[in-house]
């Protein structure tokens, strides 16, 4: 049986000569649920647009983008494993995306291509709107050195908090991280030997690391017992929804985030970057929580 969201889009779709294009590149991308939650969007905001998937393999990358650039696709997102080799065939890289150095948002305006981050700015939008309104004077630990941490870091930054303190198994690669973005406020790379006394006096401690995911969900990345109740807990993964960090964090009387907010916001603002019009989150969500169940 269609679900309300189906029902929704299907009253309301019109294909025409007029319609834009958008889509989602990763390898692999069948699981992706941007297609469902951008194409919900563009019907909530009445914009003639249909959002679709490409399976796209690393060979064939500079083919996709000669082809956004021939067809005139307006917007594009990317996921694993292009997000830094797809810089190479873009016009301009954003100032963000060049300090994150990925890509996950690509704007077409009349044939020139320029590349956006929108990941770490998502997250941030997502703690803010969720769980804690001013991040300004906030002592904050990111768990985790990666990828993802790099994008969550860089956009903290803007957020004047009192200090970024990145903990990592790796300890050299959160050294690295944290010098790399020292020119922005006070972050520091340490150990994760060093996290039960930096989680003491943490307002926010976001998990940044696959520790805990599906199917993985017995582990978590700190013991809650090293948190201060009060404080924030947050986690970047979404399968599932609660991981085994948020439920001891929430016994030990802290405000959890999970992650599903981080990827409802990444796409809010590509929507946004895209159309120029406020993003219908709260839609948005509805559509990704309805393909979840
Ligand atoms: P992503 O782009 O998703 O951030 P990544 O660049 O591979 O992925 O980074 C994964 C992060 O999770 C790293 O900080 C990694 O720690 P190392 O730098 O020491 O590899 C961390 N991580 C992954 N599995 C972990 C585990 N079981 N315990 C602790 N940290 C882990």
């Given at each position: ?130 769980a ?67 989680c003491a006096?943490a307002d926010i401690i ?16 700190v013991d809650a017992a090293w948190l201060r109740p009060g404080a924030v807990a ?11 960090f948020l439920a001891d964090a929430e016994r030990q009387g802290c405000r959890i985030h ?36």
């Amino acid at each position: 049986m269609a679900s309300s969201a189906d029902s929704k889009l299907e009253m309301n779709v019109r294909v025409d000569s007029n319609t834009v294009l958008f889509g989602v590149i990763g390898d692999p991308i069948r699981h992706s649920k941007s297609p469902v939650m951008l194409n919900r969007a563009f019907r909530e905001a009445g914009v003639n647009g249909i959002y679709t998937a490409f399976h796209i393999t690393t060979d064939k990358l500079g083919d996709f983008i000669a082809g956004v650039r021939a067809m005139g696709i307006r917007g594009v997102n990317v996921t694993i494993p292009h997000k830094l080799d797809v810089m190479n065939h873009l016009d301009r890289i954003d100032e963000s995306a060049r300090a994150i150095g990925a890509v996950n948002t690509i704007v077409n305006d009349n044939g020139v291509l320029t590349g956006f981050n929108t990941d770490g700015i998502g997250y941030v939008r997502s703690l803010k709107e969720e769980a804690e309104t001013s991040l300004a004077g906030k002592h904050i630990v990111v768990l985790g050195a990666g990828g993802a941490a790099r994008g969550i870091v860089y956009a903290l930054t803007k957020e004047s908090p009192a200090s970024i303190t990145i903990a990592n198994r790796t300890e050299q690669r959160a050294i690295e991280l944290a010098s790399s973005m020292r020119e922005f406020t006070n972050v520091k790379g340490v150990s994760n030997d060093q996290l039960q006394s930096v989680c003491a006096d943490a307002d926010i401690i976001i998990n940044t690391t696959s520790t805990g995911m599906f199917p993985n969900v017995d582990e978590s990345p700190v013991d809650a017992a090293w948190l201060r109740p009060g404080a924030v807990a947050s986690d970047i993964i979404y399968n599932p929804m609660k991981t085994k960090f948020l439920a001891d964090a929430e016994r030990q009387g802290c405000r959890i985030h999970g992650g599903l907010g981080m990827f409802i916001y990444q796409g809010a603002y590509a929507f946004e970057y895209w159309t120029g019009q406020p993003a219908p989150a709260a839609a948005m969500r509805e559509a990704v929580l309805d393909a979840f169940r």
